[in-house]
């Protein structure tokens, strides 16, 4: 069911220019040194936006990863910069596709999307299954 719903979230959902915009931002903080953690945040953020169904964002800590020192400070600087207007976006897009009842698995997925774009420094993306076998 997850691969139906993302080939339709790539071809009528906008997954694609969503991704695209994702890599641009990543392509964009990475000219800077300091910018470089939050580009792969957005380059990790690009890959579960083009298939978000059937998998999950979750902290790093739950997969086994140690968390990096910082993280808290990086995403408070990412939710003021970037973050806080991405969720707004993907919150008015969703709120959008939920307008029909075929739209209504997008917008779930957009408001999915719009709560990890909030704070995605420190996150992993694992598949729905794992997450419950794992943890």
């Not at 997954?15 to 957005?42: D, H, K, Q, R, V």
Request: glycine share 14%; proline share 3%; hydrophobic share 55%.
């Amino acid at each position: 069911m997850a691969l139906i719903g993302n080939l339709l979230w790539l071809i009528f959902g906008g997954g694609i220019a969503a991704c695209i915009g994702w890599l641009l931002c990543g392509l964009i903080l990475c000219i800077t040194i300091i910018g470089i953690p939050f580009g792969i945040a957005s380059f990790r953020m690009a890959g579960y936006v083009i298939w978000p169904f059937g998998r999950e964002l979750i902290d790093a800590e739950r997969v086994g990863e140690r968390r990096i020192t910082g993280t808290g400070i990086a995403n408070l600087l990412w939710i003021i910069l970037a973050g806080l207007w991405l969720a707004i976006l993907h919150v008015l897009v969703g709120a959008l596709d939920c307008i029909t009842i075929i739209g209504i698995p997008f917008g779930l997925a957009n408001f999915k999307i719009a709560q990890a774009a909030f704070a995605p420094l420190g996150k992993r993306i694992v598949r729905k299954n794992t997450l419950r076998q794992g943890g």
